[in-house]
């Protein structure tokens, strides 16, 4: 069997290292923001090319903290996409903001920033851009809006490890970048974890108080905050395996371009990069109108298609109250016909031509 990702691969490709690592921890004695914590921080600020990085207990907590850091008030409004993860909105809802869905545009899937003009009112604080399936939004254009109109941006990171747009990485075209170390994910840990990276330095310390009670040095919460820590046995999974997060991505792009070749000018839609952007393929997203057919017909020799995501969130009913459902044409029709081929950094090149003939010999059925 084909899947559409494989985390168990990664462990086995570093394993020595990565039971060292954990092991290392064991012995240690900390469990919890500790050393490797710090190290895992600063390294991946470093990679970034951010100022500031905090680690959390998961992307949604990134969210969420990195959104509690702007001091939204009852009734603020933040905008985004319902095209997304439901976590994205979650977050927003669960730092006391309102969702507020704009449309995506139809050949990159992320949020048109032609939209954000109208769903502008008295009460919008932020814009919270995704950069779904590792392509990069159009951070320009958004940026320029939000400067406009004095609005902070909030980037949904979770999956864009490494992505970046005219050279500058994602998470540092806005006021903080929100990552996820889920273990899918293309840097990911074998368990939740999550990064918020700034230039910002309050943001960055407001951040860090609220990860853990709201805490001042003298243990007074000074805000209301949560419990949301990194553990130190994922901040030294994860020490491992940044070393290897641009071999990995590298080999998504190579992936990715073998499809292109191998499918191109078939019966399916292929994804397309933004002009000047360097996406990650976190997922590998084409279109086909037909897609329960091509579901079954690669089920039957071994292959597993995702849909990312089948029901837009607007349509979900924990966040249907936030949006009247028919008005974002270009998000219910993504949904109608996404399909996620099967790709991650230790899918070989044979099995990569196995998926593509599959696609290919379907094409010639009906
Ligand atoms: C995975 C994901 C999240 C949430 O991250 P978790 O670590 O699972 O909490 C948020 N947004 C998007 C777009 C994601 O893919």
Known sequence: MIGTSNPKAQYSAHREEILAAITNVLESGRYILGDQVRQFEGAF??????AEAVGVASGTDALVLALKALALKPGDEVITVSHTAVA??????????????????????????????????KKTRAIVPVHLYGQPAD???????????????IEDCAQATGAALGGRKLG?????????????????????????VTRDRALAERVTRLRE???????????????????????????????????????????????????????????????????????????CEKRAELIAFLKDRGIELGIHYPVPVHRQAAYAAYHSSDCLPYTDAAAAKIISLPIYP????????IVAEAIRSWEKTS
């Open 346 to 353: 230790e899918l070989s090149d044979a099995d990569v031509a």
């Open 88 to 121: 994205t909105a979650a977050a927003i809802e669960l730092a006391g903001g309102i969702p507020v869905f704009v449309d995506i545009d139809p050949v990159f899937f992320t949020l048109d920033p032609a939209r954000l003009d109208a769903a502008l009112t």
């Open 213 to 287: 009670y709201g805490w001042d040095e003298k243990r007074n919460s000074r805000y209301s905050g949560q419990s949301s820590r990194l553990d130190e046995i994922q901040a030294a999974i994860l020490n491992v395996k940044l070393a290897y997060l641009d071999d990995d991505n590298a080999h998504r792009r190579r992936i990715a371009e073998i499809y292109h070749r191998l499918l191109a000018g078939g019966r399916i839609g292929l994804p397309r990069e933004r002009a000047d952007a360097r996406h990650v393929y976190h997922l590998y997203v084409a279109t």
């Open 139 to 153: 951070m320009v254009a958004i940026m320029d809006f939000a400067s406009r109109n004095d609005l902070r941006v």
């Open 172 to 196: 540092t075209w806005g006021d903080a970048g929100c990552f996820s170390f889920y273990p899918t994910k293309n840097l990911g840990a074998l368990g939740d974890g999550g990064m918020v």
């Open 45 to 50: 600020a470093a990679y970034c090319g951010a």
